[in-house]
C-alpha cells in the first residue's frame, strides 16, 4: 500500500508542476518508509534535507508564476508557503542536531498539508495558469 498516492484529481493542469507536487509526494513516501523501517538515523537528515530544497524550489517556481501572471491571490498564497517553510526549517533544525525521531505524526503532518494545499491553495491558481 502506498502511504500518499497521486491522484489526477490533484492535477493542475501544468505539467511540469505536477510532476514538482509527484516529487514531493515522493520525498514523503520514504519519510513515511524511513519510519516503518526504522532505519531512520542514517536516513532522516537527507530525507529532511531533500524536502527542505526541494519546498523552496517549487515554492519559487510557483511564485514566479504568480507574479508573471499577475495572480491576484499570491500574497495569501506566499504566506502559506512561507509557513510551511518554517515548520519544516524546524525539523531540520533538530533532525541536524540529532534531535528529531521520525514519526507516523510527521509523516501524516506533511501527507495532510500537502493534499489540503495542493487541492486547495494550489487549484485556485489553475485558471490563470492556463491562460
Ligand atoms: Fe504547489
Ligand atoms: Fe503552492
Known amino acids: 500500500m502506498i502511504f500518499f498516492e497521486w491522484d489526477d484529481k490533484m492535477s493542475v493542469n501544468v505539467p511540469e508542476i505536477d510532476k ?3 516529487k514531493l509526494i515522493d520525498i514523503v513516501n520514504r519519510m513515511y ?3 516503518m523501517n526504522q532505519t531512520q538515523d542514517d536516513a532522516i537528515v537527507s530525507i529532511i534535507d531533500d524536502l527542505v530544497d526541494y ?5 519559487s517556481f510557483e511564485e514566479r ?3 508573471r501572471v499577475g495572480y491576484p491571490e499570491t500574497v495569501s498564497h506566499k504566506r502559506e508557503h512561507g509557513i510551511f517553510l518554517k515548520k519544516i526549517n524546524s525539523y531540520k533544525k533538530r ?3 540529532g534531535a ?3 514519526s507516523v505524526s510527521l509523516s501524516v503532518f506533511l501527507k495532510d498539508w500537502l ?3 495542493i487541492m486547495g491553495t494550489d487549484q485556485r491558481y489553475k485558471k490563470y495558469f492556463a491562460k
Not at 519546498?55 to 515554492?59: A, E, G, K, T
Open 20 to 22: 514538482q507536487h509527484k
Open 33 to 35: 518508509q524511513e519510519t
Open 55 to 59: 519546498s523552496i524550489y517549487h515554492f
Open 65 to 67: 508564476h504568480f507574479d
Open 95 to 97: 533532525a541536524d542536531s
Open 100 to 102: 528529531l525521531i521520525l
Open 115 to 117: 493534499f489540503d494545499h
